[in-house]
C-alpha cells in the first residue's frame, strides 16, 4: 500500500477518534447533574426521551442526554460506570458502524447506551449473540438496568412457542441469536394469517461477535425443508387416471406451451376417477398441479427424445446438444410423474419451503451495527457487502501483554514436544495458561500428552456453551491450564486470579496459526485485557495445515537463506511471522472472493424473493377484495394464450386452443364457441375474453353474502398457489445453481448465465401463478366455510 495512502487511513483514524472523544466528553458533562438527580427523577428521563423523539426530535439529538442517563444508572444498578472509550463505542455503533474493541474492554457494557438510545423509537432492537446462553446471560445482567430505566427485555430462544416469540419480538430490547432470528423471518413469511407473525419490521440489530457471524457464517444458508408427505402416492394415482383419458375427447394438447388442458369431460372423469364434487376446489390445488404434470408426461414429453430411462432413473436430455443432463431434475413435479409414468422408482422429494444467507438477512435491517475484538482485517468486506465502518477504539489502559514472534519447527512431532515442554515450565512458575488449538483433535492429543506428564489440565471444544463460560472464567487462576478450540468459550471474559500478575499473567500459546488472522489476534487478545500483563506465542510447523497448502515453499527459501539444516532446529524471526501472514492474507482474499460470489448468485435469489414475499404480504393484510390483484392475473393469462395463438395470418390462427382454454379456464362449455371469435382481431378476442371473465367474477362475487367471505376465499386461492409454486421454484433454483458451474466450460460466464436462466425462470413461474389463479378462481364452486 502506498505510504500516503496509509498516511491518510491512520489520519482518518485518528480524526474520526478525535471526534468521537468530543462527543464523549459532552455525554460526560452531564454526569454532575445527573447525579444529583433521584433515582425516580433519572428513570422519569425514558418517558420524556420517548414524548421529544414523537415530538420530531432525533435520536442523534438526544444522543449526549441518552447516554449520560444510562451511564448514572449503570453506575447505580450494576454498580459499573462506562468509561470515555466505551462512551466512544457506543457512538459509533448508534451510527450503524463496527466498534473494534480489544477483549476485556467491556463491550457488553458498551452496548447498553446504544441500545437504550435506539429502543426510545419504539421500533424494536434486537441484541444478536453467537449463542443462546450468551444471549440468556447478556439479557439477564443488562436486563436489570433496561428494567430500571424503563424498558421492556425479551430473550428469543428455539424452544419458545409461536406466542411467547411474539412477547419477546414485542419488547424494546429482544435478545437473540443469528439462526432463530433467520428462522422466525423465514416463517413470518409463509404465515397465511397476518396474526401469526412473531416479528416485528426489521429495525435495529447490534451485532456481537459480529465477525463471526457477518463473515464466518456468512455463506450458511438458513433452510426451512419439508418432507412432500404421501406425495409419491399421488403422482401414481394421477399418472393412473392420465392414462384412462382418450385424447380430443377427455384433453387437449397444446404444443406451443407445452400444456395439455382437460376437456368439460375430462373434468367430469377427474371428478368420478378421485371421488371429488369439483376437483377446481381450492383444497384440491395439490391434486390439479399433480394431473397437470401427469398430462404432461403422458401426452407431451417424449421418451428417448426429451428424456431417458436407464438403470432404475429418468435422466434429461438436452434440447440442444442431445446429451444426458446429469444430475438435473426437471422441477416442478414433472420429474416424479415422469418416473410414475415409466414405472421407475419415484425419487421422494424433501422440499426447500423457504430460505436465505446471513448477508441477505442481515441486509434487510434498517440499521446494523456490531462489536468485536477483531476487524479490521475485514473492514474492506463489512464496507463494501454491509456499508459499514470499521472503527477501532483505543483501549482505557495500554496494551503491556508480550507478543513474542512465532517459532517454526521442522515437523509437527518437534512442535508439540516443544510445545509440552513449555507448558511445563510455564506450570511449575504458576503461571496460567491458555493452549489454542484450531481442531478438536489436536486439543485431544494434547490433553493426552499432558495426562503422560502428570499436568492437571480441562478442555474445551466448543460443544456445551455454558459449562464452557464457567471454564473460561477461570482460566486465569494461578496454574490453570486450560485446552481450547478458537472459538470456544467466546464472549467470555478471562480475569486473572490473585497472584497471577506477579508470575506474568496470562499466557496464550498458540499450536498452529488459524486461516484467518483474526481468529489468531481473538486468540492473542484473551490476555493482557484491561492492562494486565501477559504474553502470547504461536509454535508453527512446515507439516501445519497452512504451511502445507500455502506457505511451505516461501518459508522453505527463507530457512535456506537462513542456512538451517538441523531437523530439530527452531526458528524464532520476525520474517517467518510476516510470510505466515503474507499467506494468511491469501486464504483471507480467496474466502472473501468465495463469499461476494456467493452473494452475487444469492442476490439473483434475493430480488424474487423481496418481490413474492411483498406480494405475498400485500394480500395477507388487505381487508377489501383483492379484484384488483386476481383481473390483472386474468388478464395477464388472456393476453399471453391469445397473443400466442394469433401469430401470423389470420386463416392460421388456432382458434379452438383460445376455445379450449376459455373452457378449461374461464367459463363454462356452453358459452362460448369458435363462431364467436371468428372475424375478431386478436385485440378483439383478448377484449371479449376479458369481458366474460369480469362476468364470471361478478357472478362468483354474488355468491357471497358476506364480502369477508369472498376476501378470504380470493385469499385461499392466491395463497396456494404461490406457495405451492414458489416452493418448487426454490428448488429449481437450487438445482439450476448446481449445474450452472458446468457452462463455464462452454466459454459462458456461469454468473451471468445463472441471472439470465433464473429471470427467466421467474417469469414463467410468475405466468403459472398467474394461470392457475385465473383457472381455479374461475373453475372453483364456491363454499362458504373456506378458510386459508
Known amino acids: 500500500m502506498p505510504t500516503n495512502v496509509l498516511k491518510q487511513w491512520v489520519e482518518s483514524d485518528n480524526r474520526r477518534i478525535k471526534q468521537l472523544g468530543k462527543i464523549a466528553d459532552q455525554v460526560s458533562s452531564y454526569s454532575e447533574e445527573y447525579r444529583q438527580l433521584s433515582d425516580s427523577e433519572l428513570q422519569a428521563k425514558t418517558p420524556e426521551f420517548k414524548e421529544r423523539y414523537q415530538n420530531g426530535t432525533s435520536l442523534d439529538d438526544l444522543l449526549p442526554e441518552a447516554f449520560a442517563v444510562v451511564r448514572e444508572g449503570a453506575r447505580r444498578v450494576l454498580g459499573m460506570t462506562p468509561f470515555r472509550v466505551q462512551i466512544m463505542g457506543g457512538v459509533v455503533l448508534h451510527e450503524g458502524n463496527i466498534a473494534e474493541m480489544k477483549t476485556g474492554e ?11 438510545l435506539n429502543a426510545i423509537s419504539g421500533k424494536g432492537v434486537h441484541v444478536v449473540t453467537v449463542n443462546e446462553y450468551l444471549s440468556a446471560r447478556d439479557a439477564e445482567q443488562m436486563g436489570e438496568l433496561y428494567n430500571w430505566l424503563g424498558l421492556t427485555v425479551g430473550v428469543n430462544t428455539a424452544e419458545k412457542n409461536p406466542e411467547e416469540k411474539r412477547e419477546a419480538y414485542n419488547a424494546d430490547i429482544t435478545y437473540s441469536t443469528n439462526s432463530e432470528i433467520g428462522f422466525d423471518y423465514l416463517r413470518d413469511n409463509m404465515v397465511v394469517y397476518k396474526e401469526d407473525r412473531v416479528q416485528r419490521p426489521l429495525n435495529f440489530a447490534l451485532v456481537d461477535e459480529v465477525d463471526s457471524i457477518l463473515i464466518d457464517e456468512a455463506r450458511t444458508p438458513l433452510i426451512i425443508s419439508g418432507q412432500a408427505q404421501g406425495a409419491n ?26 400444456t395439455v388442458s382437460l376437456t368439460e369431460q375430462g373434468i367430469k372423469k377427474a371428478d368420478q376417477f378421485f371421488n371429488l364434487k369439483n376437483i377446481y376446489d381450492p383444497d384440491n390445488t395439490a391434486l390439479t398441479h399433480h394431473i397437470d404434470q401427469a398430462l404432461r408426461a403422458n401426452y407431451v414429453m417424449e421418451r428417448d427424445k426429451d428424456y431417458v430411462v436407464k438403470d432404475d432413473e429418468v435422466l434429461i436430455v438436452d434440447s440442444f446438444t442431445g446429451r444426458i443432463m446429469e444430475g438435473r431434475r426437471f422441477s416442478d413435479g414433472l420429474h416424479q410423474a415422469l418416473e410414475a409414468k415409466e414405472g421407475v422408482t419415484i425419487q421422494e422429494e424433501s422440499k426447500t419451503m423457504a430460505n436465505i444467507t446471513y448477508q441477505n438477512l442481515f441486509r434487510r435491517y434498517s440499521k446494523l451495527a456490531g462489536m468485536t475484538g477483531t476487524a479490521k482485517t475485514e473492514q474492506e468486506e463489512f464496507r463494501e457487502i454491509y456499508n459499514m465502518n470499521v472503527v477501532a477504539i483505543p483501549t ?11 517459532v517454526l519447527y521442522p515437523t509437527l512431532q518437534s512442535k508439540f514436544d516443544a510445545v509440552i515442554d513449555k507448558v511445563k515450565a510455564l506450570h511449575k512458575r504458576g503461571q496460567p495458561i491458555l493452549l489454542g488449538t484450531v481442531a478438536v483433535e489436536t486439543s485431544e492429543y494434547l490433553s493426552q500428552r499432558l495426562n503422560q506428564e502428570h499436568v492437571p489440565h480441562v478442555v474445551l471444544n466448543a460443544k456445551n456453551h455454558a459449562k464452557e463460560a464457567d471454564i473460561v472464567a477461570n482460566a486465569g487462576q494461578k496454574g490453570a491450564v486450560t485446552i481450547a478450540t478458537n472459538m470456544a468459550g467466546r464472549g467470555t471474559d478471562i480475569k486473572l486470579g490473585p497472584g497471577v500478575v506477579g508470575v506474568g499473567g496470562l499466557a496464550v500459546i498458540g499450536t498452529e496459526r488459524h486461516e484467518s488472522r483474526r481468529i489468531d489476534n481473538q486468540l492473542r487478545g484473551r490476555a493482557g485485557r484491561q492492562g494486565d500483563p501477559g504474553y502470547s506465542q504461536f509454535y508453527l510447523s512446515l507439516e501445519d495445515d497452512l504451511m502445507r497448502r500455502f506457505g511451505s515453499e516461501r518459508i522453505k527459501n527463507v530457512l535456506n537463506t537462513l542456512k538451517v539444516e538441523d531437523d530439530d532446529a527452531v526458528i524464532r524471526s520476525r520474517m517467518i511471522t510476516k510470510q505466515v501472514e503474507s499467506a494468511q492474507k491469501r486464504v483471507e482474499g480467496n474466502n472473501y472472493d468465495s463469499r461476494k460470489n456467493v452473494l452475487k448468485y444469492d442476490n439473483v435469489m434475493s430480488e424474487q424473493r423481496d418481490v413474492i414475499y411483498g406480494e405475498r404480504n400485500r394480500v395477507i393484510e388487505e381487508n377489501r377484495s383483492l379484484r384488483w390483484v386476481i383481473m390483472p392475473m386474468v388478464e395477464r393469462t388472456i393476453d399471453r394464450i391469445v397473443s400466442l395463438h394469433t401469430q401470423g395470418e389470420p386463416k392460421d390462427w388456432n382458434l379452438d386452443t383460445i376455445v379450449d382454454f376459455a373452457v378449461s379456464s374461464l367459463v363454462s362449455i356452453n358459452e362460448i364457441g369458435v363462431d364467436d371469435l371468428k372475424g375478431k382481431s386478436a385485440d378483439e378476442i383478448k377484449e371479449y375474453l376479458k369481458q366474460l371473465a369480469r362476468q364470471t367474477y361478478d357472478e362468483k362475487a354474488k355468491q357471497f353474502p358476506d364480502p369477508s367471505q369472498l376476501l378470504e376465499f380470493e385469499k385461499v386461492v392466491i395463497l396456494r398457489v404461490v406457495d405451492d409454486h414458489w416452493t418448487n421454484h426454490i428448488d429449481a433454483m437450487d438445482q439450476l445453481r448446481e449445474s450452472i458451474g458446468l457452462r463455464g466450460y462452454g466459454q459462458l460466464n456461469p454468473l451471468v448465465e445463472y441471472q439470465r436462466e433464473g429471470f427467466r425462470m421467474f417469469e414463467e413461474m410468475v405466468a403459472d401463478i398467474d394461470y392457475d389463479v385465473t383457472r381455479l378462481f374461475m373453475k372453483a364452486e364456491i363454499r362458504q366455510d373456506i378458510q386459508r
Do not use: S
Request: glycine share 2%; proline share 6%.
Open 106 to 116: 467491556g463491550k457488553t457494557l458498551t452496548a447498553t447506551m446504544p441500545v437504550y
Open 233 to 258: 402416492e399421488l403422482y401414481r394415482q394421477a399418472d393412473r387416471f392420465a392414462k384412462t383419458l382418450t385424447a380430443k375427447d377427455d384433453f387437449k394438447v397444446d404444443l406451443e406451451t407445452k
Open 396 to 406: 482505557n489502559k495500554p496494551v503491556v501483554r508480550i507478543d513474542e514472534p512465532d
